[in-house]
Every structure is written in structure tokens, then in C-alpha cells.
């Protein structure tokens, strides 16, 4: 302990203010996925592309990895523009010396302020503002991250599970119409799911139900 405080005392202010600086990045970098999770459009593709797995019954087909990884670079696609602001407003400028670490915070949020506005509902905004009880924001700005992430995060989840409700309703009236005939031919004991599984696959390739899902997640984000 003695050490770490000679360290400090010997230090030159500058010294201390770039270990700060790298202590806050490395807190940042940490907090990486639940910003990457909250604050962009990962939840509902993510979420969106679990109900089509789901409503397949194909259990663990596509596998974890493939929809995560397939998640991230859709996250990645659609966030570019977002992204491009981020590293022009802020990255760049702190790095170039050009700005210091609060302002660049500042510029950073913007960007992200201003994705997440256009996919929040004014009723889950309200929500977490009323609670805070605090003055009425003016401008999109003005608004914390503590309000906006929630309130964003609380959009994302309802309209991915809108989403979700309309793909699983074509694949249960395939599971409806295979259980009435297995019934209606006496057979109750064979599983219904074992036979309207291939059913469910035939129609999904068939319709080619990845190409509809995406475009339909890509085209929820314009």
C-alpha cells in the first residue's frame, strides 16, 4: 500500500491523468457486451431469430453459435452508420489529442441517443421518466442514459416478441392440422411434432424463410 501511494506521490499529474484515463477505457471495454446488448440492435434480432428456431421445433438447430454470430454481424450491419459517427465525433478526436475524455463521452452518446429514439415508444420513455421525477428533457440530448438504455431496451424486447408472434402462427396451424388428422385416424399416440416437423422445414426452405426473416428485421430498423 505504501508503494502504490509513493507511486502516486512521485508521479507527475500528467501520469496520473493517463492512468485514469486507461482505468475508465478498460471499465468501459468490460461493460462492452451490455452496451452492445442494450444499446443496439442485437436484442431484437437475437430474440427474433429464437422464435424461428422455437416455432421449428428443431431444438438446437441453427446451434447457439450460428445465431449469435449471425446476430452480431446483422448488429454490426445495421449499427454501421452509427458506428461511423461514433468513431468521427469522438474516437478520433481523443485520440488526436483533440478533445478531452468527458467531452468525448459526450459526443459518443449522442449517436446511439439518436438510433435508440427512432425504436423507442413514447409510453416506455414516459415510464422510466415519470419515475425519475425529474425536469422534462427538451431535446433527445437531454435525455440520460439511464433513461433512454431502459426504455430503449423495453421497445426492443415488445417489438421483437410482435415479430415473434407473427412467425409462429403459420408453423401452429401446421401443428394444429397434423394433431387433427393424427386424432381424427385414431393414432394419439404418435407425437404430432414428429410429424409436422418436416413439414414445418418443407415450407420454411420452401418460402425461403431466412431470406424473409432478415429482410423483414433490416426493413424493422429503416
Known amino acids: 500500500m505504501n508503494e502504490f501511494m509513493q507511486f502516486f506521490n512521485n508521479s507527475s499529474p500528467e501520469n496520473v491523468a493517463t492512468s485514469v484515463k486507461l482505468l475508465l477505457l478498460l471499465t468501459v471495454l468490460s461493460l462492452a457486451p451490455s452496451i452492445l446488448i442494450l444499446m443496439t440492435c442485437f436484442t431484437r434480432i437475437i430474440i427474433v431469430l429464437s422464435f424461428v428456431r422455437t416455432s421449428l421445433a428443431t431444438q438446437q438447430m441453427p446451434p447457439n453459435q450460428v445465431l449469435v454470430g449471425l446476430s452480431l454481424f446483422l448488429t454490426f450491419f445495421v449499427m454501421a452508420p452509427t458506428f461511423q459517427q461514433v468513431n468521427d465525433q469522438a474516437l478520433t478526436p481523443l485520440f488526436n489529442n483533440d478533445i478531452q475524455l468527458e467531452e468525448a463521452y459526450t459526443r459518443a ?114
Open 109 to 222: 452518446s449522442v449517436p446511439f441517443k439518436d438510433f435508440m429514439s427512432e425504436h423507442t415508444r413514447q409510453k416506455d420513455l414516459e415510464l422510466f421518466l415519470s419515475y425519475t421525477e425529474a425536469e422534462r428533457p427538451k431535446t433527445i440530448e437531454d435525455i440520460p442514459l439511464t433513461v433512454m438504455v431502459p426504455a430503449f431496451a423495453l421497445s426492443e424486447i415488445k417489438t421483437a416478441f410482435q415479430i415473434g408472434f407473427m412467425i409462429f402462427i403459420p408453423f401452429l396451424v401446421i401443428d394444429m392440422v397434423v394433431a387433427s388428422v393424427l386424432m381424427s385416424m385414431g393414432m394419439m399416440m404418435l407425437p404430432p411434432v414428429m410429424i409436422s416437423l418436416p413439414f414445418k422445414i418443407l415450407l420454411f426452405v420452401l418460402v425461403d424463410g431466412w431470406y424473409l426473416v432478415i429482410q423483414s428485421l433490416l426493413q424493422s430498423f429503416k
